[in-house]
């Protein structure tokens, strides 16, 4: 496995191509785990579908990597509608993880993802710890998968998801089994919904996970005062966009100070002044999530603006904004 | 999957002007955009004044003349409402044109019967000027002002049969009234084309297989991303075993009424 | 004690006052306990200071009840500067508690206080169950006090606070040990740094509870990227506002599937729309706290709003929109 | 407690203009406000337009002519910016007046040297109008675009001082020099009145001190609700026993500032 991955790595860092991780002076490729992004900003799953829908409205070459919406063994149809509905600064979704399960995924998406410059990462999910280690050993066999993002926080299905990313056991558990099955780089997607995120995170990288996306949607819920009845199917969904940021801020920043895997911050970002916060905070990557619904071009105004505060600092390298929060006085 | 060509631009407003009651005209300078579009394809806007509502809004594209295209719509909630106070000269950004259109009807094939109720009525317009089969256009609303470009249907040289639920205008009733009335005439080689409410286009599906005649139906669901990334917008289709559910956006708007799972749509 | 509260309920319920539980032809009256409120809209502890501050603003005899700033026994000094920031659609807050003890409090405020025609509610904590106890006996003794909410969910102080909201044992201690002194009603403040707030709620209602109040702030943090330092002088802080609406509706609804004991639903209402939504998700009354910042007649609308919005509904009692929400088709 | 009369009312914009470079002129229309308003009192305000932003913004009051009254701001951020872009007959909010002045000068009594910098000059004019007793004005700022309402003082009969740290108007340098130069002159009778950045009213609050000159300091925190129940405008006030935090919006914004605490002053 490990050559896979390291010639995913040059061919990301080939020289010539488009993506250049140094961009007019600056350094801005950060690793997560042996996975070399040649930007931080990657896009949020279940955000960017698998890439390809996106491919007609932005070079997707530029993206720091691609991750897609969360893939389960078998197909799977989703909830009902509606499955979005619109709040104040934000999104409530309760899509219910459809998805065309492992082989539609590998026959219908793989193969233009596969022709990307940048990194794949796989978010995948399960409803035992058996399934989450049968796709991992499924991806693990396909090779040329940037990393797998274990997606152990989904509150929108009623088994899987969530139930394994708020219980120390179980998150152990999946993270362990998927880390048996692969050597590809595994990403632990945390769930916001826990008193403490310290020993979850702590859970997750002693079982072996390489890296932790921090976070996914928080338990929420809308009513139609009319109809008297939820405004999702699901009846409850979770929360998304600008309003969960500064939650997701203080969950990056603590599980920084617990673990020293990276980080992958996400939650309302918009622009680069909202990525270079996560960052600041503890973050050595991000995603841009429900963002890309409204504004396709988030992620790569978020790059364009990260090599102009980098520049405008005096800084060459992304890597020394991580984690650079001082509270002294 | 790359087959609809779509582009991401800041358009400008040429004009924005009422309609009748709560319906609106944009048209938009998008010399890029205007090209390309087919008729039953829509925009997905986004309404950059509005600050605590993210989202875009998706609206049929209503006429294309030159490098603009239009849009016809009715202000229902804070989106539309905002996008009625904007004034010429003013930006929006537009994602367009998306989704799979109707099937333009071929000169000496199927008659196109064109049913549209309320804003619906927008998506046809396009669909009956780009058509060399003339044909049939029935309208129908609650109330006369939301019957809206029945003059422009005449001007294309279509039949236009319009219905007002109050009898405030045309014939009294339900648009699918006249309808049926037409197809029980039995004449050959017609073709069925809807756009509006849910309802409607259920009942419209469900008396054009009665008849044993073709149906597109343009489908109604809500958006999120309107380019087929956030499986929002779904219906259930039939597959060879069962269904799946399908991206109104993307697969859609415009379904074949034999192909939707009527019982479970919402 | 008893006849106390029932004084002042005959007191606020009496005819020929300004406040009138029936609102021309509708009842709003609502219960909270033994208590009763003249209409369901109450203020938010900690964000309308002690009643006088507003009082040339707005009438406060309108308001359902007052609710006053958190109050310990001894005086507290509170978190150094800054202390709020805001954030979209949002705030977060860490004041610390500021307050002038409970010899202050009755010696500044209450001789105010007493004077209104509503309940006056006092937020109370302590950093030992201990002090809580103490805190609640001395307002027992005060006489004329409407309710005491127990605040076990500020975010905002090291000791105490949410501590004891987040841990199923001290949450029961907590209010067993007022109950055991007072027998006046007894609010529980939630923490929503739970993971399901339902056994929380139970373990409130179980030690005699009378009702529980949902929500408190969420954990929630920002930086200045320009200094790279936290906003806020406490590192992290409360999130409040219209951008939390969507949890605290999830957790009133899933409160109210749990207990049997009213709910006082709070988070981010800034009009009587927001303010049906948590009823009809569950509460029986709601507190309205941010918006008063910057809208102080904000209470008074939303009151105005419910009048409206049951007369085009033709509902005769507010109580008939509690926990209406339907989920079947 | 209710000493000081205060009210939220709908104001209209009378005009709002450029003063200098990123300086403007907002007059509003508020005849129950301005009558009431005291020098060093402050307007908080709500402009409607910003969403996603939901504070009020707190401004000085700097003049009040018949039933209108004045602010004068500088753009800094989003609320001023959204300010900025407003027009005469637009709507604002303002809770007005709030907050405990200065001390208007006695006819006969203490002399009043007033320092401002940058916007805290707003603070001062109606300070400067209001006392019958005349004084000197000590004005400055970064550059000469910083230097405000100059003319205005010289107006009012005032002896007007200005200093640009650049060098670009008056002397050259900080504000505090021409004031350390005056106090050195021991004249009797005086008194210091200033607002503006927290530095410069340390740098004040010190001198006046080493002189054993009365001063009172305009504070500017940042403020939350501005009525006094949020708590966030705290500033660090010595007690009999110790100091204790109180609110910039209600005992303040004006402190005497030989009771702060300036070691904890953040
Ligand atoms: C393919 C398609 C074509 C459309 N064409 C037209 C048209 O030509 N003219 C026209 O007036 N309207 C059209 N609509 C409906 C239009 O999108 C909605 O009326 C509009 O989004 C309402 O936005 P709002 O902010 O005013 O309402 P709000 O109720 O405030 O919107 C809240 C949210 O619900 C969504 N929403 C509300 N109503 C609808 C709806 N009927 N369909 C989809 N999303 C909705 C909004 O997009 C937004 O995300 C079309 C919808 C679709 C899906
Ligand atoms: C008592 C008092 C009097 C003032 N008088 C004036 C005046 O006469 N003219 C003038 O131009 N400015 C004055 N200010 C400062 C003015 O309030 C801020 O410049 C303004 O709030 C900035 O808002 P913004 O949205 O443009 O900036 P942003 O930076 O976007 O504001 C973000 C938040 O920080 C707060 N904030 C930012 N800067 C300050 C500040 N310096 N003081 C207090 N809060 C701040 C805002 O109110 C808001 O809540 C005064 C402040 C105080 C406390
Ligand atoms: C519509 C939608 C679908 C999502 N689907 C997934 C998913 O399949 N797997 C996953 O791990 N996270 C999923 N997420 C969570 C996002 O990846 C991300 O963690 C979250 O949206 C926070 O980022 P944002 O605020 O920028 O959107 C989804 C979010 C949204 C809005
Ligand atoms: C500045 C501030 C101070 C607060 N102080 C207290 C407090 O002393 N005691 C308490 O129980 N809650 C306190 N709260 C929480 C509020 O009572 C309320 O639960 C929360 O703000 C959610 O409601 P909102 O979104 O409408 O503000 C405070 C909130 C704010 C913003
Ligand atoms: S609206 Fe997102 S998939 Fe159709
Ligand atoms: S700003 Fe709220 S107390 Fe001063």
Redesign the interface.
């Known amino acids: 496995m490990k050559s896979k991955v390291q010639s995913l790595k040059s061919r990301v860092q080939s020289p010539g191509s488009k993506v250049e991780p140094a961009a007019e002076g600056v350094n801005l490729a950060v690793q997560i785990g042996r996975l070399t992004l040649p930007n931080p900003v990657m896009v949020a799953s279940g955000t960017f579908g698998y890439g390809v829908e996106y491919a007609q409205l932005l070079d997707l070459n530029q993206l720091g990597a691609v991750v897609v919406k969360g893939i389960r063994l078998h197909p799977v149809r989703g909830n009902r509608t509606p499955r979005t509905v619109e709040v104040t600064s934000g999104l409530i979704n309760a899509i219910g993880l459809q998805g065309p399960g492992v082989d539609g995924f590998i026959k219908k998406y793989w193969p233009f993802l596969k022709t990307l410059k940048v990194p794949a990462i796989i978010n995948i999910w399960g409803t035992t710890v058996e399934e989450y280690a049968d796709v991992a050993r499924r991806f693990d066999a396909l090779g040329g998968v940037g990393a797998l993002e274990l997606n152990v926080s989904c509150p929108n299905i009623k088994e899987g998801g969530a139930q394994f990313g708020t219980d120390l056991r179980l998150i152990a558990q999946v993270v362990a089994a998927c880390r048996k099955v692969t050597k590809l780089p595994l990403i632990t997607k945390m769930s916001p919904n826990v008193v403490s995120i310290a020993p979850f995170a702590k859970a997750a990288a002693d079982a072996g996970s390489d890296a932790l996306s921090i976070m996914n949607s928080y338990p929420a819920m809308a009513i139609d005062i009319e109809t008297r009845r939820p405004r999702l199917a699901n009846v409850t969904g979770g929360l998304t966009g600008p309003c969960i940021k500064p939650i997701a801020i203080k969950l990056v920043w603590e599980a920084a100070q617990a673990v020293k895997i990276p980080i992958i911050g996400m939650g309302g970002i918009q622009n680069a002044a909202d990525a270079i916060e996560f960052m600041v905070a503890g973050a050595a990557a991000v995603a841009v999530g429900t963002a890309n619904f409204y504004e396709p071009q988030t992620p790569l105004q978020v790059i364009a603006g990260i090599c102009d505060f980098l520049k405008k600092h005096g800084l060459k390298d992304v890597k020394e904004m991580i984690g650079s929060v001082t509270l002294k006085k | ?2 087959a609809v ?4 631009q800041t358009v400008q407003i040429v004009s924005n002007e009422r309609d009748t009651d709560s319906y609106f005209r944009l048209v938009l300078r998008a010399p890029q955009i205007a090209p390309l579009i087919q008729p039953g394809q829509f925009a997905h806007v ?1 309404v950059l004044p509005l ?6 809004r998706p609206f049929s594209i209503f006429q294309v003349t030159g490098d603009t295209f239009s849009i016809l719509y009715k202000t229902v909630g804070q989106g539309t409402e905002a996008l009625a106070r904007m004034g010429s000269g003013e930006e929006l ?1 537009a ?1 367009a044109p998306l989704g799979h259109g109707f099937t333009v009807p071929r000169r000496g094939g199927e008659t196109p019967l064109l049913v549209a109720g309320g804003y619906g009525m927008a998506a046809m317009y396009l669909l009956a000027q780009r058509s060399p089969q003339k044909g049939i256009v029935f309208v129908g609303g609650r109330r006369r002002i939301d019957i809206l470009c029945e003059k422009e249907f005449e001007a294309l040289g279509w039949d236009v049969r319009t219905t007002t639920e109050d009898g405030s205008h045309g014939e009294k009733g339900l648009v699918t009234q006249p309808l049926l009335k037409e197809l029980k005439r039995k004449a050959p080689y017609r073709k069925v084309f809807a756009c509006g409410p849910t309802g409607m286009l259920g009942a419209v599906g469900k008396i054009a297989g009665e008849f044993n005649v073709p149906a597109e139906l343009s489908m109604d ?2 958006m ?2 309107g ?9 259930p289709i039939k597959t060879g075993d069962g269904w ?2 399908q991206r109104t956006c ?1 697969e859609g708007p415009v379904f074949d009424a034999r192909e939707v799972v009527w019982e479970t749509v ?1």
């Open positions: 999957m790359l060509p779509m582009l991401e986004r600050k605590g509502a993210l989202l875009r950004s994602i669901e809500h999120c991303c380019v087929g990334v956030c499986l929002t917008c779904v219906i799946e559910y993307t919402k």
